[in-house]
């Protein structure tokens, strides 16, 4: 497996995996489109890593790097379902957080699913502390 810069030939396989993963979805009616993994991989403050394996992209991990403010905020990891378990997700997040310390960064937070076990199971592995819990709220504007 390698971990790489996300480039934009990746788009389309980008947006299958991040529509494919129902714990990325904050409500049912939800999914991603083009433009939005446009601004993962060009936009100025997002740093998109892929993994692959064999030429297949299985994960994705988005961060968004603020670097004045010396803090980076995940926005979105996901591995393929049939490559779950293989601790590809946890390499991603490792790699991510070399990335943003090399970058300056000096805290690095994220939300997650509350019946996102795996997860939380592999926050707890990496030590990440559990802070407030949250209600999600959406309107879709008109």
Known sequence: MIIRKARKSDLKEILSLFNNS??????KNDSYETYTIKQYIHG??????????NGEIVGVISIELW?????????????????????????????????IKKQGSKYFFYYT???????QKMSDKLNYKKGKKFIFYSKYIK
């Open 22 to 27: 129902k714990e990325l979805a904050g409500d």
């Open 44 to 53: 100025p403050v997002f740093k998109t890593f892929v993994a692959e394996v």
């Open 67 to 99: 670097k004045k403010a010396k803090y980076s905020y995940l926005d979105n990891i996901v591995v393929a379902k049939k490559f779950r378990g293989q601790k590809i997700g946890y390499l991603l997040m490792c790699y991510a957080e070399k990335f």
């Open 113 to 119: 699913e509350e019946g996102n076990k795996a997860m």
